[in-house]
């Protein structure tokens, strides 16, 4: 322990003057090279030694003002550097907290830079819109490093790990995060790392960000992933009575009564449906209203698979069932953007065919549209490409309105039979 007289620290390792010291040694922490020093609430005798350092003739008011040049002067040192010496041997080592801070930047822009680099290949994966990569990437920095950098970029590189399998193929999502993460709930709504995954599925789709059960079940749903086997389902009407039972036989009445069945995942899974044989055809529409109305006329055509918007994973593993034999489907949406993006979406990862989906068929209703919209702001939304007809978005776009599959249900079904 050092005393008054010790050379190594001098007056300053008086006991009166340790609010001077602190201070010191929290300025000189923080990375500054201070000026001028405020000592607050010093008692009497603080304030005396505080007279005798420096040679005043009147003991100093509350809070007193201290100039560190003087400082320095007084304690016969040469620089501020000897001072920060002199107070590390009376306190310890002092931090440079500046530096800190200024390295703990540099670290967290280094993350987001890398987070960059990483996810540039894996973005076009999850379904286009490039531009909204630095969007997520900005969203990302917004929520800050999360625990720290290394932890933080621990967790991004598990949501990357994520992403690089993406789309699945109907894997359940405690099947995912198993194999990926070996956890099955890693996951599981509400968890960060699954909060970082949805936002870019989101982001990269256009689609409405995770705020509550069901959106978090469509964005999985839209990369090929099963938050749960009894949650997805698909809407049908007028399916094949050949699967096992006791599906077969449920499905056969439904069938003969005209009525539309909903099915489960875990259902198509356990009894798989025929496929239909080559040359047989079945049908998939955007909206629920076709199927009831196909049912309010006593259906006896051909299947009739609703995708409900956004398909699930039930949709795509009907589609795929129907179609492994030979046989073909044929799908339809609303002529706006979200059904353009169905309707690419379900070509590509379910192999259907797009059916009155041409600009020919666009043109040919538009005009009965326009007139029942006259005045009505477009709701088009920005169109995505239509490799099946790149002539469709610019017919859509001189026009400047939607066409939705309710205005087209008579015609549309009576094609089907």
């Known amino acids: 322990m050092t005393s008054p007289g010790d050379p190594a620290t001098g007056p300053l390792s008086r006991r009166e003057l340790a609010p001077l010291v602190d201070e010191l040694a929290r300025r000189l922490g923080d990375g500054d090279v201070p000026v001028v020093l405020t000592l607050r609430n010093m008692d009497s005798g603080a304030r005396q030694a505080l ?3 420096f040679g005043l003739d009147r003991v100093p008011a509350s809070p007193a003002r201290v100039r560190v040049s003087r400082l320095v002067q007084v304690l016969r040192l040469e620089s501020v550097d ?15 907290r500046r530096a800190d801070r200024l390295a703990d930047r540099e670290e967290r822009e280094g993350l987001w830079g890398w987070l960059a680099s990483e996810s540039a290949p894996l973005w076009p994966a999850l379904g286009g819109l490039a531009d909204n990569r630095s969007v997520w990437i900005e969203r990302m920095r917004s929520q800050g490093a999360r625990g720290g950098v290394v932890v933080h970029r621990q967790r991004l590189d598990r949501a990357l790990r994520v992403i690089r399998a993406l789309p699945a193929e ?6 995912l995060a198993n194999d990926l993460l070996g956890d099955p709930h ?17 982001l990269s789709s256009g689609a409405p960000l995770a705020t509550n059960a069901e959106t978090t079940r469509h964005l ?10 009894l949650s997805s389902t698909v809407l049908a009407l007028g399916l094949a009575a050949d699967a096992p039972p006791p599906l077969g036989p449920w499905l056969a009445a439904a069938s003969a009564a005209g009525e539309p069945v909903v099915l489960t995942l875990a259902q198509l899974r356990r009894w798989p449906l025929a496929p239909l044989a080559p040359g047989q055809t079945a049908y998939v529409v955007e909206n629920p209203s076709l199927v009831a109305e196909a049912a309010r006329r006593g259906w006896c ?13 039930a949709v795509v593993s009907l589609i795929r069932q129907l179609a492994a034999g030979g046989g ?17 979406w379900l070509a590509e990862r379910a192999g259907t065919t797009p059916w009155r989906m041409k600009a020919a068929d666009y043109l040919a209703a538009a005009p009965a549209a326009a007139d029942e919209r006259r005045g009505e702001p477009s709701v088009l939304g920005v169109l995505p490409s239509t490799p099946w007809d790149p002539l469709l978005p610019g017919a859509m776009a001189e026009w400047g309105i939607p066409v939705y ?3 087209l249900r008579t015609d549309l079904l009576d094609a089907m039979v």
């Open 51 to 53: 007279a005798d350092l």
């Open 82 to 96: 000897e001072l920060r010496a002199l107070v590390e041997t009376l306190r310890g080592p002092l931090p440079d």
């Open 170 to 175: 109907g894997v359940p999502l405690a099947v």
């Open 186 to 202: 890693a996951l599981d709504q509400g968890r960060r790392l699954a909060a970082i995954v949805l936002d870019a599925v989101a």
């Open 220 to 229: 999985w749903e839209s990369v090929g992933v099963a938050p749960d086997p």
């Open 301 to 313: 055509g051909p299947p009739v698979i609703c995708s409900a918007g956004r398909p699930t994973v």
């Open 328 to 344: 073909s489907v044929r799908q339809h949406a609303d002529f706006d953007a979200a059904g353009l993006a169905i309707t690419a």
């Open 405 to 407: 599959e309710e205005e």
